[in-house]
């Protein structure tokens, strides 16, 4: 009610007034609506102890036969089965309202963005902000994405999480993510972005320590949280930056005040780099990526939705949505390329190494965010958000798949009442003849991820390379000069680099596959049999994205390809992003037909390679399973343990903090110096309190305080009533 | 409203009354019962009386100041419901109450958050039932008192009102190191509060002998830049060690720590804070603009800010840890105040509302810990999530808000504050948004081992979930909390005359006492 007479007051003159668009307040609502009833559904026992059988339950341990209700499938009650309808449905109805605001953009067409404002949020002194959501073409693809793919995962979570007692809590931080995660794409200034940008961290760290009892998940959760904190921190001095300077923090407001700034100011060249701390801990880039590989002890279908689809995106999004500032900071563009692409490489040779399933895929995901900011680097915005779109695709279908995996190896060794990993490789091999669609379907994804023609993933990194070269041989970016360094020269350096980490993404995901699904089984002889397919709740969401992922390369063919519409992403992002380009890229960037064929046979050609390589040298006959297995040496173990940042950090950083804290500010200052200084030291002041102290326990004080109350009062009461 | 409200002249009465309904409350639990009530159990049915009495008295303080808060103008004057009687001819004191925008946030604070405390608590105290409540009570009138005075002898005669009684309740009824504690904080508070009452009576004569009246005082006194500064600096004494301001903070996590609940909520209110706005400024512009006075409590502001939360990661104790995240928050609010801008006054005010609150929702929650368990350590504990679900939702977000998370009202106080002091300190500013992370890592890292990891403790395991009590209080607070963090807007414009009105008479009285008013960062 007062939302609608708000709206009706704000937005009149919009085309898209009175069309479903204006309803697109019920996007985020909806699934907010979702959370509180999940969360109220979880303060019941979601699944009703006696006759159960949990399986997920890594908290009450395993049953054994004997025990009551052993062998039974879980009996949900009613509160569990309102969360399987609630928590998918609420979601499938928010991407269902945005393809309808989508068809009502398409229709109206219209030329500006869509601001709906809800009241004021911090009218203080000069400053306004307001609670405003924003919707233009880049808003509706993010929450395409997140609604689409948070649905499938919200339908395949039913399969996963089945008899977990957490099942309600879980569909409540779900749901509350895609709030969060909806508010940070329309919100219409940094602030309300920024409500957003947290929430979403602190869904992370709840769904990364959803199995708390597990000490290692909590920690992992709150790591996370830390280091998402120091980028927010970025991320605000980046908001104090711009009210001071720009006097505003709505998008409208501040991409108006920088258009009259010049070209690499130095404000916004500061500005940028701030928010570019901001997207690294968001969105696990150098040197803030640590958290994202311990983010996987959350359960699978989180890491997918969360950690790979969209959350961690989040970063490419501020930049692509902040275009007009980076563009006018050509110097910090260039670094966040730079970072990116750096990032992407180190990532990838770590993937070489891991041997647990979801560490691959997570460092296979901090070096395609890489990829991405290598993009939206160079001003190549649509090819930044056309691989954050493939990739969301395609790294989800990997995550459910291997969390397919992992639920299957999972439901075996309960079977067996074996207690070991089902998430490392090592206890895998040969599964495809046991799990025939996640096998295939995991190919297809494999196959988009390495770049093979004509997947999806071949389409969106194709265009992040070509773009990189393309600015490499000449444009205003290749002009300006990073630490010395000429630009082209660092442009060239960074697109070796991504090509490169092609090679190496094609290399450890053919690793993953074979090791998992190929050679023999590792499995052991009494768990192989009982290996099965995932239920279709789980299968058919994967199958949905297997076909995304091979077909969606079509959102966005370019000319080489003329196998549809050509451009379509670009075309649609152009009013968002197409003036921030130009100013970076130059207008005129068309490469030759010539040199465009080579930069396509140069990456499908790296492509191809690491599949070989990968096929020639990983070697499943001779892998042991994890429980027999030594430890790696050489540069292989240093990959493996990720090149000890995590160890540096924590001795360089974290340790000597706490004892900072501890030995000297709280046992040295506060202990030591001021009490010793100022309370005990002063003995003939505390000579004469101790007397008052020894009253005090007497027992008698009670009077003691009603003669001070008393003689206060009189004294005040003589005084006024003389 | 507004015309009801006149219709019973309601702001001729509404301060009186809020000062006199605490104190015929603890008259007549005083007068309750004609012996001693002997110490028993909780449920003893004198006692519940007793309680009632106290919880029903503070209801209507709270009622009171919802009324006031309602039918507060912000376009009005600059003090409403002024109430003004004789008091001291000779000296011309007068007992003169009034209200701002600033006055009236923290008058709802106290007002909301000592019921919470009596209510919260409501079986945690077990002896001298009687005086326990009234001089709680009498503290609630201290502490409105300072809020509402505008007469400089009064506002330091109910700062002693409200001193002493906070000294007995943590003598008397604290925890095992309660002397100490006590001891400790009569040691820091109350030289300094001497020290103001000197600053007072100088000010007093500087001024011509005439009235205490603050606004005539502001108007009147003609002093040296040095003069105001020495004044300036003995003022800021009494309420930085009032605030626990690092380095003068040591007091606080031990008196909190000992402190019965109700009396570490009221030590969560920020009266020295209030008084920087309300006296030290106004009164001393110029050597409270002095740019080295400024760049010295700008540092020790950033200091608070950072020290506060390093100190707070490593403490083994929950208590001491929520005092010194509160300490933290201190550091925030004097960075606001110093800025001397409007948005961050606005700033500071949030702060110190979501300080207040914050501490009270935290340390009630810690006292139902207390009496479940009779302890605090973290170490005693682990897994809580699983035992008491929605303690440890409830707590959840207060941590939230206390760590600054957006849509709650920590948030919005941080922010405001930061960026209200970034326009004239860039640098302190930039040091203390580190606290943002800090405030993360000791918040999540204690959560983490008393709610998550394995649930060891068999006792623990046994642990009975909030009662339908203690689940109202800290409900309530939870909603008020959220509603704050996303609608701000009635609280900040209540505010915002206020704060432009100190901002600009501070500015602009010190550039005409020909001080250096342009700040420079530190």
Not at chain 1, 446 to 460: E, M, R, Y
Not at chain 2, 31 to 42: H, I, K, V, Y
Not at chain 2, 228 to 246: D, E, R
């Amino acid at each position: 009610m007062l939302l609608q007479t708000a709206v009706s007051a704000t937005a009149a003159a919009h085309p898209l007034v009175g069309t479903l668009a204006s309803y697109v307040w019920l996007v985020p609502l909806l699934p907010l609506l979702g959370f509180v009833i999940n969360g109220v559904a979880s303060l019941f026992p979601a699944y009703i102890a006696g006759p159960t059988d949990p399986s997920q339950d890594a908290e009450a341990g395993h049953m054994h036969p004997g025990d009551a209700g052993y062998g039974h499938p879980p009996v949900a009650p009613f509160y569990a089965r309102l969360s399987t309808v609630v928590g998918p449905l609420v979601v499938a109805l928010s991407f269902l309202l945005t393809l309808g605001i989508l068809a009502a953009w398409l229709a109206a067409s219209p030329a500006a963005p869509y601001i709906q404002t809800y009241g004021a949020w911090m009218p203080a002194g000069d400053m306004r902000i307001d609670w405003a959501f924003q919707v233009d073409q880049l808003a509706i693809t993010m929450m395409l994405v997140i609604t689409g793919i948070g649905t499938l995962i919200h339908i395949f979570s039913i399969g996963y999480m089945r008899g977990d007692p957490g099942y309600s809590r879980y569909f409540a931080y779900l749901n509350l993510f895609i709030f969060f995660m909806l508010v940070l794409v329309l919100g219409a200034s940094y602030p309300v972005m920024f409500v957003g940008w947290e929430g979403v961290g602190l869904c992370s760290y709840l769904l990364i320590s959803f199995w708390y009892s597990d000490e290692v998940n909590a920690n992992a959760g709150k790591k996370a949280f830390i280091m998402n904190r120091v980028g927010d921190f970025g991320f605000l001095v980046a908001m104090f930056l711009m009210f001071a300077n720009f006097g505003a923090l709505d998008f409208a407001g501040v991409d108006a005040a920088v258009l009259s700034a010049g070209q690499g100011s130095a404000v916004i060249t500061v500005i940028c780099l701030f928010l570019f701390l901001g997207c690294a801990g968001k969105s696990a880039q150098m040197p803030l990526y640590l958290w994202l590989p311990d983010a996987m002890a959350g359960p699978t279908p989180v890491s997918a939705l969360i950690h790979a689809a969209t959350m961690v995106t989040a970063g490419v999004y501020l930049v692509a949505r902040s275009s007009m500032l980076f563009a006018l900071a050509p110097a910090a563009s260039l670094l966040v390329a730079l970072i990116g692409a750096l990032t992407a490489f180190l990532a990838a040779t770590v993937g070489l190494k891991q041997w647990d399933i979801k560490k691959v895929l997570a460092y296979s995901t901090i070096s395609q965010l890489g990829y991405m900011f290598v993009a939206v680097g160079v001003g190549a915005y649509t090819a930044g958000v056309f691989h954050l779109v493939t990739h969301a695709f395609f790294k989800a279908l990997l995550f459910l798949g291997a969390g397919s995996v992992i639920w299957a190896l999972h439901a075996a060794y309960h079977h067996t009442h074996r207690e070991d990993d089902a998430q490392d490789m090592r206890n895998m091999g040969a599964l495809r003849h046991r799990m025939r669609w996640t096998w295939v379907l995991m190919w297809v994804a494999t196959l988009a991820i390495a770049g093979i023609p004509f997947f999806s993933g071949f389409f969106s990194k194709d265009q992040v390379l070509e773009s990189v070269a393309a600015r490499a041989l000449g444009s205003p970016i290749a002009e300006v000069s990073l630490l010395g360094l000429p630009g082209s020269g660092v442009l060239w350096f960074i697109y070796a680099l991504s090509l490169a980490s092609a090679f190496l993404t094609a290399v450890y995901m053919t690793r993953l596959m074979i090791y998992t699904f190929h050679g023999p089984s590792r499995v052991g002889a009494a768990e192989e049999p009982q290996v099965r397919e995932a239920p279709w709740v789980m299968t058919l969401p994967l199958l949905v994205l297997g076909v995304l992922s091979a077909f969606g390369g079509w959102l966005n063919l370019p000319e080489l390809f003329p196998m549809g519409r050509l451009h379509v992403l670009d075309a649609w992002l152009e009013p968002v992003v197409g003036a921030a380009r130009d100013r970076l890229s130059g207008v005129d960037i068309h490469l030759s037909h010539n040199t465009e064929l080579a930069l396509v046979a140069a990456a499908v050609a790296a492509a191809v390679l690491g599949m070989l390589v990968a096929k020639v040298f990983v070697k499943p006959e001779v892998l042991v399973p994890k429980a027999q297995a030594a430890r790696s040496r050489g540069f292989g173990g240093v990959l493996e343990r990720a090149y000890s940042v995590d160890q540096g950090v924590d001795r360089v950083l974290i340790r000597p903090t706490v004892t900072f804290s501890r030995k000297l500010l709280w046992r040295g200052l506060d202990n030591g110096l001021i009490d010793g200084l100022l309370v005990n030291g002063s003995a003939v002041v505390a000579r004469g309190f101790a007397w008052a102290g020894s009253r005090v326990q007497s027992g008698n004080v009670g009077s003691y305080a009603w003669i001070f109350v008393a003689g206060a009062l009189v004294v005040l009461g003589v005084l006024t009533f003389r | 409203m507004q015309d009801l409200l006149v219709s019973v002249n309601f702001f001729a009465w509404a301060l009186p009354a809020l000062l006199v309904v605490p104190l015929v409350g603890a008259l007549l639990i005083r007068l309750f019962g004609r012996t001693a009530l002997p110490d028993r159990e909780p449920g003893f049915a004198p006692w519940r009386e007793v309680r009632n009495l106290a919880f029903g008295t503070l209801v209507v303080e709270l009622l009171i100041a919802l009324l006031l808060w309602l039918g507060f103008d912000p376009a009005g004057p600059a003090y409403q419901a002024v109430a003004d009687f004789p008091w001291i001819p000779e000296w011309g004191a007068r007992l003169r109450f009034g209200v701002d925008g600033i006055s009236l946030a923290m008058v709802l604070l106290t007002a909301v958050v000592m019921p919470a405390a009596v209510l919260g608590g409501w079986t945690s105290v077990t002896t001298k039932i009687r005086s326990y409540y009234a001089l709680l009570l009498v503290l609630t009138t201290g502490l409105m008192g300072v809020f509402l005075s505008l007469d400089l002898l009064l506002f330091y005669v109910m700062w002693e009102l409200m001193l002493v009684p906070l000294y007995f309740l943590i003598g008397i009824w604290g925890a095992a190191r309660r002397v100490r504690a006590s001891l400790k904080y009569f040691l820091f508070t109350f030289p300094a509060s001497l020290l103001m009452l000197v600053a007072i009576i100088a000010t007093y004569v500087a001024a011509g002998s005439q009235s205490f009246d603050v606004e005539y005082l502001i108007a009147n006194t003609d002093m040296t830049v040095l003069g105001q500064a020495w004044l300036f600096g003995a003022f800021f004494l009494a309420f930085a060690v009032k605030s626990a301001l690092v380095p003068m903070h040591t007091w606080l996590p031990d008196a909190q720590h000992e402190a019965p609940i109700a009396a570490a909520v009221a030590l969560g209110v920020k009266v020295g804070a209030y008084g920087l706005l309300r006296f030290a400024l106004p009164l001393f512009p110029a050597g409270a603009m002095d740019s080295t006075v400024r760049t010295v409590i700008i540092v020790l502001s950033v200091v608070t800010i950072v020290y506060g939360a390093l100190v707070a990661m490593v403490q083994p104790d929950l208590k001491r840890l929520t005092s010194y995240s509160s300490i933290s928050h201190v550091g925030f609010v004097f960075l606001g105040i110093f800025a001397l801008t409007v948005t961050g006054v606005q700033g500071s005010v949030t702060t110190m509302v979501s300080s207040g609150l914050a501490t009270c929702a935290l340390f009630l929650m810690l006292g139902m810990l207390h009496e479940r368990r009779g302890t605090g350590m973290i170490a005693n504990f682990g897994g809580l999530a699983k035992a008491v679900p929605m303690y440890a939702t409830l707590f959840t977000l207060f941590v939230l808000s206390s760590i600054g998370l957006p849509g709650t009202v920590g948030f919005v106080g941080e922010f405001l504050v930061l960026v209200g002091s970034y326009a004239t300190y860039p640098l302190a500013t930039v040091v203390g948004a580190t606290g943002v992370v800090l405030a993360a890592a000791y918040a999540l890292w204690a959560f983490q081992r008393v709610f998550f990891e394995p649930l060891a403790n068999p006792e623990n395991a046994k642990m009975p979930d909030l009662n339908r009590r203690e689940l109202g209080v800290v409900g309530l607070l939870a909603i008020l909390i959220i509603w704050l963090g996303i609608a701000p807007g009635n609280m900040l414009r209540r505010i915002e005359p206020a704060a432009e009105r100190l901002v600009q008479g501070v500015t602009t009285a010190a550039g005409m006492a020909g001080a250096q008013g342009t700040p420079e960062a530190p």
